[in-house]
């Protein structure tokens, strides 16, 4: 009787120490996490698997060295092992979440430039998955080890791994595609976490970057899932990539009449009167001459994707109300009879020299010249976007 009051006493005592052990370290990271995040957020967080461990460390020594010999001792350490494993597990688990959330908190993404910050957030959500998925892995690997007959069994499981082997990787083809794309995209830093991307004809924001799929939130609050290959098998466009600054046009159809210059001044009076335009481009050209219309491209520039698509709307409202109020004439309009020609009438010619800047695309003002040069062909030819595209033999 008094071996097993011994032992009570022991586990007790283990118990109740580790307890204090504890919630004494707890009680310190709190008053340091006063100051500290990282202090505060490890109290907060590894709270409860150190208190299991070492708990469970505790009891499990307490039965070997007091508990003497009794019916179901084995069972009892073996089971105190494996908790002692899993609690442990959880305590590394902890850890890492924590040293990545303070690496999530540190480069938030709710700042203008934000472009490291995302591919650092991309990263650390994967290393994430992949770091709970492994120790999910492990743990239940080591705890199995535990029992003598699986460990009996290695050596037939290993002479048969190589079937096995083969059998799971025809099998789960599709899913470690989609893992190992995943992997890809978190560090080739194609996309990343709140990318601008044009996908299936969707426009929308990459909301989430999992190791299997990758979920796209559309303009309209819809959510479009794609397998994480489909971004390594297929074109798509990332209007982010390198920075958020994006071009945009705005096109109206007008009356052959119509006087394109104060059309033109109106387009730079809309872009210097909003704070949607970057002050980068501003530009409006004929892109179009045929049939009974000819129509005016409006190119103009913004910080990002949302301004430019406010910017478009309001530069083609502008300019729809402008021409109402100012120039009649200039709205389209179907003709039924030929005008007749105006003898003596010489045409106006503008030379491109004196061509206003606002004109050009590919030249004139900083930004355009630089265009021109990164788009020029090898004998210095600028094409435009309906030149036709040569074929070589």
């Not at 204090?20 to 202090?39: D, F």
């Not at 595609?177 to 080739?188: D, K, M």
Request: hydrophobic share 50%; with cysteine.
């Amino acid at each position: 009787m008094s071996s097993v009051l011994t032992a009570v006493l022991g586990v007790t005592v283990a118990a109740g120490a580790a307890i204090v052990i504890v919630e004494a370290s707890h009680w310190v990271m709190m008053r340091v996490g006063r100051r500290s995040v990282l202090a505060a957020d490890l109290a907060k967080t590894m709270h409860k698997p150190f208190l299991v461990t070492l708990t469970l460390i505790a009891v499990q020594q307490a039965i070997r060295v007091y508990g003497g010999e009794f019916p179901g001792r084995a069972g009892v350490v073996h089971a105190l092992v494996l908790g002692c494993i899993a609690a442990f597990a959880w305590l590394v688990a902890a850890l890492l979440l924590v040293c990545e959330d303070m690496a999530l908190a540190r480069w938030s993404t709710d700042v203008p430039d934000n472009l490291r910050r995302r591919r650092i957030k991309t990263q650390v959500v994967m290393l994430r998955r992949v770091t709970v998925a492994t120790i999910v892995i492990l743990t239940a690997g080591v705890m199995l080890m535990t029992f003598p007959g699986i460990r009996a069994l290695g050596a037939s499981v290993l002479a048969s791994a190589g079937l096995v082997s083969v059998i799971a990787a025809l099998a789960a083809q599709s899913t470690l595609g989609n893992v190992f794309a995943g992997i890809q995209l978190a560090f080739s830093d194609a996309i990343r976490v709140d990318d601008v991307v044009v996908v299936e004809s969707e426009w929308g924001r990459i909301e989430e970057i999992t190791l299997t799929y990758i979920a796209v939130q559309i303009w309209d609050d819809r959510r479009l899932i794609l397998p994480t290959s489909y971004f390594t098998t297929k074109p798509f466009q990332n209007w982010t990539r390198n920075t958020s600054a994006v071009l945009g046009t705005a096109e109206v159809d007008v009356d052959w009449s119509t006087p394109i210059e104060p059309l033109r001044a109106e387009l730079r009076r809309v872009c210097e009167g909003s704070e949607l335009w970057d002050q980068r481009v501003c530009v409006l050209q004929v892109t179009e001459a045929t049939g009974g219309m000819i129509r005016l491209r409006a190119l103009v520039s913004a910080a990002d994707a949302g301004a430019l698509w406010d910017l478009r709307c309001l530069v083609r409202e502008r300019l729809v109300g402008w021409m109402w109020a100012n120039q009649r004439g200039a709205l389209p309009r179907m003709r039924t009879q030929l005008d007749e020609s105006d003898d003596g009438v010489a045409p106006v010619r503008q030379s491109r020299r004196d061509a206003s800047p606002d004109a050009r695309v590919f030249s004139g003002g900083d930004d355009g010249e630089a265009r021109g040069a990164a788009f020029g062909g090898v004998d210095g030819h600028v094409p435009s976007p309906g030149d036709p595209v040569p074929t070589g033999r």
